[in-house]
């Protein structure tokens, strides 16, 4: 069975649901999700150790985040050829870094030989409200948290060997502080892992309605224009990239005032169909493409 088989039938067995798994526990709702990273598609040639150990974790953080929870603790799966020392020891601070910036604590994990660089990375939390991906409604506003392009870029910086900022870049940082702060006023609410494009149409799939994007409202990331001629070079990295584990979510338009003091950007309109981009005068439907895992 190949990949994308494998994928279908998966898929039919297992739908793919919200960023974390949700269990009514005591009171609260404990959240918990996994991810699998690998060197060849996760992990460009320069990406240091300490990045990699970072990223591995931020991601899965950022699966709380997108639940509006607060995570907890995490363990990590580690497999590799071989286990130096100081290789061992620089993933393990990235790890721990962003863990404890961002109040969470790795309780354990294993070790195993592979002969490819791969991290599975479980993470756990809790919430009193959870934000599904499912909730939003026409006429609502559709938002994100950050800039996006900020992975896009640094994959041309490691490209071109300026690894110490290419580096910095690609430790990205969850929105974890952001994401309880939204929880309140979202009504729906995923992270971007395949880029904007497929996370709208991802979310439009999931509540059967639509999206209008304006381009000139998307925040990019300024190291974007340093590889960006042209406006469609920009969206490719900012849009149709991905990786970039910024928030998107809708909420209603009573709540722009308070979206706007998280630092959130109102880029759109949910409609009641079709995922389309406003550029000018130009209405055209966004193509749904992102990043392939």
Known sequence: MDEQLALNWLSQRMPVGDDCYTLD????????????????SDFPAGASNYTIGWRSV???????????????????????????????????????????????????????????????????????EPVTRQGAEPGELVAVTGDLGRTGAALRLFEVGETDRANELFRFEPRVETGMKLAPLASSMMDISDGLARSLHQLAEVNDLGFRIMADKIPY??????????????????????????LLFTSPEENEFELARTGATVIGKVTEGGVEIVR????????DEGYVH
């Open 25 to 40: 526990w005591s009171g609260t709702n404990l959240l918990l999700t996994t991810d699998m990273l690998h060197r060849d």
């Open 280 to 287: 000018g005068r130009d209405i055209s439907s966004l193509k």
């Open 58 to 128: 931020a991601v899965s953080l950022s699966d709380i985040a997108a639940m509006g929870g607060d995570p907890e603790a995490l363990v990590i799966a580690y497999g590799n050829s071989d286990f130096e020392r100081d290789k061992l020891e620089d993933f393990i601070s990235g790890a721990e870094a962003v863990c404890e910036k961002f109040g969470a604590r790795i309780v354990g994990g294993d070790l195993d030989n592979h002969e490819e660089l791969t991290v599975v990375t479980t993470a756990l939390g809790k919430t009193t």
């Open 221 to 246: 990331h300024p190291a974007v224009d340093e590889f960006s001629d042209t406006q469609e070079q920009k969206e490719e990295l900012g849009i149709f990239t991905g990786e970039d584990f910024e």
